[in-house]
């Protein structure tokens, strides 16, 4: 059984730019010699109901985990007409290798009959604040046993030639009253070298809830175990009912591969009032001053910024 002590929002958009106007999704912490960088997905202002997504950066005390400089111009370009990621480019996690900075990211586009497609990503950095991808097709797409989105890629390097990434990928379309919701599911991937991927085909987390969604697996390794937290929500009626909006899983496991879980054991839920008290999602765990940090977002799928928690031992 974890529990995880709440400290508080770090940071929320405020108009900060035309590409930073709301929204602090998915936040990836990364330690430099003298600050911590948080990496998340930030969106403009919605224009007709539309807008287009960008990644951008906040560097935190390596003490306090107070903000001390925010990034002034998104991490990367979006894509060129008819690319994966022209209308967004979402990153998940980064990853050092061979000098540089690898960002593994969510590209995004615009459907007809669906109303968005996300494809995953990569783009690299000599300085891990301006990356340039890799090439206009995405690193993982659609397949034969995968045809629909592939988002989230949460990248661990465990050796030189061992790594691991765990995203999710679509399921299906399902009909609410007003629109189409996607639903996803949590897969496995290994590479030896961080570009060629070979994906294991299986789901690697069992369903809870009707329609379940899973996204962005954490993972910390505590002994010979593995233990993930991810979030999950009922497929529909999500966004503004607060018990099927998105809770805290957690799962364990000894080799990577087959994952027990037990939703009992995440030690974090929702706060009664305040930023996260709808839903509370997006986790992602880092070891800094020698101590486990979760940092998360909260209500809105981060459009009221994100936080922290700390392991209590």
Request: glycine share 8%; with cysteine; hydrophobic share 35%.
């Amino acid at each position: 059984m974890f529990k995880w002590h709440k400290k508080g929002r770090i940071f929320c958009p405020d108009k900060n730019h035309p590409w930073m106007f709301s929204h602090a999704q998915c936040p990836f912490p990364l330690e430099f010699d003298d600050f911590i960088r948080v990496y998340f997905a930030t969106r403009e202002d919605y224009n007709n109901g539309m807008c287009r997504a960008y990644g951008g950066f906040v560097d935190l005390n390596k003490q306090t985990l107070e903000v001390i400089n925010v990034s002034s111009r998104p991490l990367m370009e979006l894509g060129g007409i008819g690319e994966f990621d022209e209308f967004g480019s979402m990153p998940i996690s980064v990853v050092r290798h061979a000098g540089e900075f690898y960002l593994y990211y969510v590209g995004w586009t615009r459907g007809y009959s669906v109303p968005y497609d996300w494809e995953i990503g990569l783009a690299k950095s000599t300085d891990g604040e301006r990356f340039v991808k890799v090439g206009k097709g995405p690193l993982l797409g659609p397949t034969l046993t995968e045809p629909y989105l592939n988002s989230t890629p949460v990248v661990y390097k465990f050796s030189e030639h061992e790594w691991h990434m765990f995203y999710h990928t679509g399921v299906q379309w399902v009909q609410s009253e007003d629109k189409l919701e996607s639903q996803y599911i949590i897969k496995h991937a290994t590479s030896t070298n961080g570009v060629d991927w070979n994906r294991n085909d299986v789901q690697v987390i069992p369903f809870k809830v009707e329609n379940e969604c899973q996204t962005t697996p954490s993972i910390i390794k505590i002994g010979d175990e593995f233990h993930m937290f991810f979030c999950y929500r009922h497929g529909l009626d999500f966004r503004y009912t607060r018990e099927k909006s998105y809770r805290i899983g957690y799962a364990s496991s000894k080799d990577l591969v087959t994952w027990t879980r037990d939703d009992s054991k995440a030690g974090i839920d929702v706060s009664e009032s305040g930023w996260d008290s709808q839903m509370i999602e997006y986790p992602h765990i880092a070891n800094i001053n020698g101590k486990f940090i979760m940092f998360y977002c909260g209500n809105h799928f981060g459009k009221e910024g994100f936080g922290y928690a700390e392991l209590v031992p």
